[in-house]
């Protein structure tokens, strides 16, 4: 089972239930361990929900989960690094499905700088800068080449992944356009000074990029978001890719 | 005798990790391979499966314990009973190791997401309730017989018992053990693509660079139909040019001059001249190349390289030959990076045995061409001289170009095979 090089499967599957993820999740990676699929990434969006990593604090839920569920939001505990985060519809969530074994990629640190790299190509793409911030693994806006101001870091992309014998699953949650205040639950992935933002807004008018190479000029429609974004983590995550460059 | 369960390696810049949560205590039974402790480093939380089948007989770094790659984490013995209180989860074991365990239960009374019902996937579950089928009724051949859509559609196009379910193994495990009914996943098959093993036969597990080189060769083959077409080329004037700076530019550059820096160099030439050559094929469009940079195939312990001479039409003949022993020298020392690898525009290959007449390379995708030398030899070849044919004794080669069709016709492509020609015969190189 393995894909030509620089190629593998995207499968967008709507909306799903976290719950429902989850399952799949574990069913993709029980299929890619037995060797009955290939590498692959399922692109989700999910209904509002907080999930706690391995490492959340409780003190970074700035709510209890009774005022949550009586606002509509579920809550889950799940086995993947990171701290605290929500997810609701108008982010984009990828779960790369890679076996990290067979792509001779053992390393788990890797991964996530590969699909950060995706990310940040997918979002020059689309006209909002971005870069890494040391230490904390995501995707940061680049305030520099942004255009739109100093200020706190703006996190725009979330990371956390788990690994079983060397098959990734969670992955990434990219806020493409959707109702920021849902952080304000939360202190999202425990970072106290940071500001969250999404695609839609980094490309507000008022707040512009400076012009980005080919960067769409059009409002990309959600469906084109998720094109770019599949690609560019094929592009960093497929067999044959490269971290560099 | 017991078994010590290590933090295994999980990457370069990884030395440690923190022990997030022992999902087995000690005295309980676990399978080979069963997942017996998750630990979380950054934003990655691993779960480490057990070396082999045994009884946990002691638990060495606590959950919220950072450890070090290499640190105990357990010892586990083989031939252990395990304690009679042990396995206060009963629940869990019979489940295969890939169930959804994971899916810890939501916090507080969320469990309106109900995670039980039949055992089959969300999706085969919508589909079935869509098709208005029971699936109950459905052969189910997922992970531990859960049904999947593909078995939905499949019973619903009635070809249910196409297909046998997956023989379930019994464990191997000693029968004194909670877990010996537990049902196993059913091993990875072993492709054999036709062919029984005989006795005295190597098994070679694919190294990942054979597997890449494997992919790639495979993946070109299918995408580009490929042509080839070989020239002739009477590298009198090289050899002359090469004996004659020789020693000054061994003594100038440090390194010696061979036939390959002019090749590369005739080739960039006629690149300039036939863009075709020079370009990638993408779904519906051929993009010709501003930039040219070549690949020069090269052979090394670990298998092909193919390191990149950037901007090859920059470099003067000494520069070109200078990229060249640099790319050689750290392939074999294996100190390439990625991006000595990255962005070929076209390759040229010199596989360089005695006796290699002519052959034809793979294409080294996303090019469209690939330049193969052949063996250089003095051969007996006819020219004329005063108006006279003679027969002559020449250093010759032959050179095999491989294009695909899809970009080159066969006209360019000759017409560049046979510019490069006229270029070494012409022997015009600044030295």
Redesign the interface.
């Known amino acids: 089972m393995t894909a030509p090089l620089g190629s593998m499967e995207v499968d967008w599957l709507g909306s799903v239930r976290y719950a429902d993820a989850l399952e799949l999740q574990s069913q993709a990676v029980a299929d890619r361990i037995a060797g009955n699929r290939g590498d692959r990434i399922l692109l989700v969006e999910h209904p509002a929900v907080i999930t706690l990593g391995r490492s959340s604090d409780p003190a970074n839920m700035r709510v209890t989960p009774d005022e949550l569920l009586a606002a509509g939001i579920d809550v889950y505990e799940i086995a993947r690094g990171g701290d605290v985060t929500y997810h609701a519809p108008g982010q984009l969530v990828g779960y790369p499905i890679l076996d990290l074994d067979a792509l001779g990629r053992r390393d788990v640190h890797a991964h996530l700088r590969r699909i950060e790299a995706g990310l940040m190509d997918a979002l020059e793409v689309l006209g909002v800068p971005s870069r890494r911030v040391e230490g904390r693994t995501g995707v940061f806006v680049d305030l520099a080449r942004s255009g739109w101001g100093a200020g706190p870091d703006r996190k725009i992309a979330s990371i956390g992944v788990g690994v079983r014998k060397w098959v990734t699953l969670h992955g990434f949650a990219l806020n493409v356009d959707l109702d920021l205040a849902g952080f304000d639950a939360i202190v999202p992935c425990g970072l106290g000074d940071v500001e969250m933002t999404s695609v839609a807004r980094e490309r507000a008018p008022d707040r512009k990029a400076p012009c980005v190479g080919a960067a769409w000029a059009e409002e990309p429609s959600s469906e084109e978001v998720r094109e770019i974004v599949g690609q560019a983590l094929v592009g960093r995550l497929a067999r044959g890719t490269t971290l560099e460059g | 005798m017991s078994i010590a369960v290590e933090l295994p390696?999980?990457?370069?810049?990884?030395f440690e990790g923190?022990v997030?949560?022992w999902l087995v205590g000690e005295g309980e039974w676990v399978e080979v391979?069963q997942?017996i402790v998750?630990v979380?480093?950054?934003?990655?939380?691993?779960?480490i499966?057990a070396p082999s089948a045994g009884v946990i007989e002691s638990i060495h770094a606590a959950e919220g314990d950072v450890v070090e790659v290499g640190a105990v984490l357990a010892r586990i013995d083989p031939d252990g009973k395990p304690a009679a209180n042990a396995s206060s989860e009963p629940a869990r074991v019979p489940a295969?190791?890939?169930?959804?365990e994971?899916?810890?239960?939501?916090?507080?009374?969320?469990s309106a997401?109900s995670?039980d019902g039949p055992a089959a996937?969300?999706?085969a579950r919508r589909v079935a309730e869509n098709a208005a089928i029971d699936l109950r009724e459905v052969q189910g051949t997922?992970?531990a017989g859960?049904v999947?859509k593909d078995d939905v559609l499949r019973h619903q196009s009635g070809a249910a018992e196409m297909r046998a379910p997956i023989p379930v193994q019994p464990v191997q495990a000693a029968p004194t053990t909670p877990v010996a009914a537990a049902p196993r996943?059913?091993a990875?098959?072993a492709p054999t693509f036709g062919y029984e093993l005989q006795p005295g036969d190597r098994v070679i597990p694919m190294?990942?660079?054979r597997?890449?080189i494997s992919?790639?060769m495979?993946?070109s083959k299918?995408t580009s139909p490929h042509v080839g077409t070989v020239a002739e080329v009477d590298l009198s004037q090289i050899v002359r040019l090469r004996n004659k700076h020789k020693r000054a530019f061994q003594d100038s550059y440090g390194i010696g001059l061979t036939f390959l820096p002019f090749i590369v160099h005739a080739v960039v030439r006629a690149l300039r001249e036939f863009p075709a050559l020079n370009a990638s094929v993408t779904n519906d469009a051929i993009i010709e190349k501003q930039d040219i940079h070549i690949g020069v195939a090269t052979e090394t312990e670990k298998g092909l390289v193919v390191p990149v001479v950037r901007n090859a039409d920059r470099l003067s003949l000494a520069g070109t030959a200078m990229a060249i022993d640099d790319l050689a020298t750290r392939a074999r020392t294996k100190k390439l990076?990625?991006?000595d690898l990255?962005g070929g525009t076209f390759t040229i290959s010199n596989p360089g045995r005695q006796g290699n007449l002519y052959g034809f390379a793979i294409i080294n995708?996303p090019q469209v061409g690939i330049l193969r030398m052949g063996e250089i030899a003095k051969r007996a070849v006819v020219r004329s001289l005063d108006d006279e044919d003679a027969i002559v004794i020449r250093t010759m080669m032959y050179m095999a170009l491989s294009y695909d069709h899809r970009a080159v016709d066969g006209a360019p492509a000759n017409g560049f095979l046979f510019r490069i020609r006229e270029l070494l015969e012409a022997g015009e190189f600044d030295l």
Do not use: F
């Open positions: 390696s999980l990457g370069e810049s990884v923190t997030s949560r391979d997942p998750e979380t480093t950054d934003k990655v939380d691993a779960e499966p295969p190791p890939t169930a959804p994971a899916a810890a239960p939501p916090v507080g009374p969320a997401h995670l996937t969300p999706v997922g992970s859960r999947t996943k059913p990875r098959p190294t990942p660079m597997r890449i992919d790639h495979v993946y299918r990076s990625a991006d990255k995708q």
